[in-house]
């Protein structure tokens, strides 16, 4: 796992893929809009960003209230951007997606984002102290969107990181190539300069403990993401298998140091494993195969993903399943596998694999990594917090059974797909709650 404060400069084979559109290019692309009134973007988007309101404010040259009108309701503008499903969400909602090409959203508000970041223009100005004070364990996205959201209304925010580096996934597990760590780095101190007070290096149930931060604030925000290890295959020779997690970080973190094998295997098959297969690809790997148990129709990698990993020159392996890391001489030689068959339905619907008596085969590899899904939240036990699935369960205001103990992002996900932007709104959401029990303990002199 990476320490200290300063990442190594990223590969070039990983560095942002997607090039800024220049100035001629967005005031093209801004005109195509059609602003449409109650427009389906805005409604797909689940922070709700007034997409319409920011492209005119591009078409008239006003980016920096262009800007301000995306960070309104997202302040994660600039990671969102980039990482966001924008095919599923704003842009697949575009009405000129149906007979011609759907606006390109995402990559407008990179432009806007990026014209923001470049002026280090304070954005915000913040509302006078209420004197109330909250803390916030986590600095992935959730606990920076609920930080900035409280800093704005006035409230003294102190958020509790155990990494040196603050933004989560942002800076160590999305890959460069979609979002490289300065980008992440710019968002958590446009919060700083809000007037949060970052503490890393502080890890509750480690350093800090959950009883005395209820008693020195009046609020805590839980936003500590799920387990930063993928989970368990449960085969012989696991050992011997490279965490998913771990490999992204290091292709961004410190990409010289990681070694990546000529023929590599990587097991699952949704995001995360697209992105370990990209980074073995990018960084020399002659060969990538990915092994996935059912077949192409029950992948939860989105479409555009697989056919990306395609044109990256990856193959897929589908109805296999690995029994066993083979090794020569102390080194991975390659993994057992059995063919698998479709069954029937389980409880979430998907066909279950049953392995086929007999068919066990082998595939060479001289490197092994497992992508198949990040473990629970952890610690929930030890807090005491009520649990759904192994997610921390929350009410609509988001708030936990622990009174005043508000939690969010994807340690509450205990249904759909994880994301960025959904972490950006339960923060946000979470936020307004706080700041309605604050304020009306001020209004009530409490
Ligand atoms: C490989 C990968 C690729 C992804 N790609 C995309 C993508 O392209 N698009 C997208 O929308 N989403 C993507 N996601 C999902 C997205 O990154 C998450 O949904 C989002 O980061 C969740 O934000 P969060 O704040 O809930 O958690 P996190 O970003 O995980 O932040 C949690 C923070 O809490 C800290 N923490 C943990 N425990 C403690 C503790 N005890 N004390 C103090 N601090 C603690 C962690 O160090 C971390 O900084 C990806 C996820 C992975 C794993
Ligand atoms: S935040 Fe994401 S979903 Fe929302 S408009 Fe921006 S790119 Fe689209």
């Not at 008239?60 to 302040?75: E, M, P, Q, V």
């Not at 129709?297 to 897929?316: C, L, P, Q």
């Not at 890391?325 to 596998?337: F, I, L, P």
């Not at 619907?349 to 068919?359: A, D, F, K, N």
Request: charged share 20%; glycine share 10%; hydrophobic share 40%.
């Amino acid at each position: 796992m990476h320490k200290g404060n300063e990442p190594a400069a990223p590969h070039p084979a990983l560095s942002e893929l997607l090039p800024p559109l220049s100035d001629h290019e967005a005031l093209v692309e801004a005109n195509r809009c059609l602003f449409c009134f109650d427009a389906p973007c805005t409604h797909a988007c689940p922070t709700h960003i007034d997409v319409p309101r920011f492209i005119k404010k591009i078409a008239s040259s006003n980016l920096s209230g262009s800007a301000r009108t995306i960070l309104d309701a997202n302040l994660l503008g600039a990671t969102c951007a980039r990482v966001c499903p924008v095919q599923e969400l704003c842009e697949g909602a575009c009405v000129l997606g149906a007979e011609h090409k759907p606006i390109m959203i995402g990559r407008l508000q990179r432009y806007v984002m990026d014209h923001a970041y470049d002026g280090r223009q304070p954005v915000f100005s913040v509302a006078p102290p209420t004197g109330k004070k909250v803390a916030i364990i986590g600095a992935g996205a959730a606990g920076l969107s609920c930080a900035g959201e409280l800093a704005k209304r006035g409230h003294a925010v102190t958020v509790y990181e155990k990494r040196d580096l603050a933004g989560g996934l942002s800076t160590y597990g999305i890959i460069g190539l979609r979002e490289p760590i300065p980008v992440a780095l710019a968002e958590v101190e446009m919060i700083r300069r809000m007037g949060v007070e970052f503490r890393t290096g502080s890890e509750l149930c480690n350093d800090l403990r959950l009883a005395d931060l209820r008693s020195d604030f009046d609020a805590v925000f839980l936003s500590f993401g799920l387990k930063a290890a993928v989970q368990r295959l449960g085969i012989p020779g696991e050992e011997d298998i490279i965490d998913g997690l771990s490999y992204i970080e290091q292709s961004k973190v410190d990409p010289q140091s990681l070694k990546v094998g000529a023929s590599v295997i990587v097991v699952g098959a949704g995001n995360t494993a697209i992105d370990c297969a990209t980074v073995a690809k990018r960084l020399g790997a002659k060969q990538v195969t990915i092994l996935y148990r059912r077949t192409e129709n029950e992948v939860s990698a989105y479409r555009h993903e697989m056919e990306f990993i395609r044109n990256e020159g990856v193959e897929f392996r589908f109805l296999t399943q690995p029994s066993s890391v083979v090794t020569r001489d102390g080194h991975v030689a390659g993994m057992e596998c059995i063919r698998m068959a479709l069954g029937a339905p389980d409880a979430t619907g998907r066909p279950t694999p049953q392995p086929v008596l007999g068919s066990k085969f082998f595939i060479a590899a001289d490197q092994i990594v497992k992508a198949i899904g990040q473990q629970r939240p952890p610690i929930t036990g030890a807090l005491g917090l009520t649990t759904k699935d192994g997610y921390i369960e929350v009410n609509a205001a988001f708030e936990t059974n622990i009174p005043n103990v508000f939690a969010g992002g994807d340690c509450i996900r205990s249904r759909g797909t994880c994301s960025t932007v959904m972490a950006v709104q339960d923060g946000k959401l979470a936020a307004l709650s706080i700041h309605e029990r604050l304020a009306a303990r001020v209004a009530g002199g409490v």
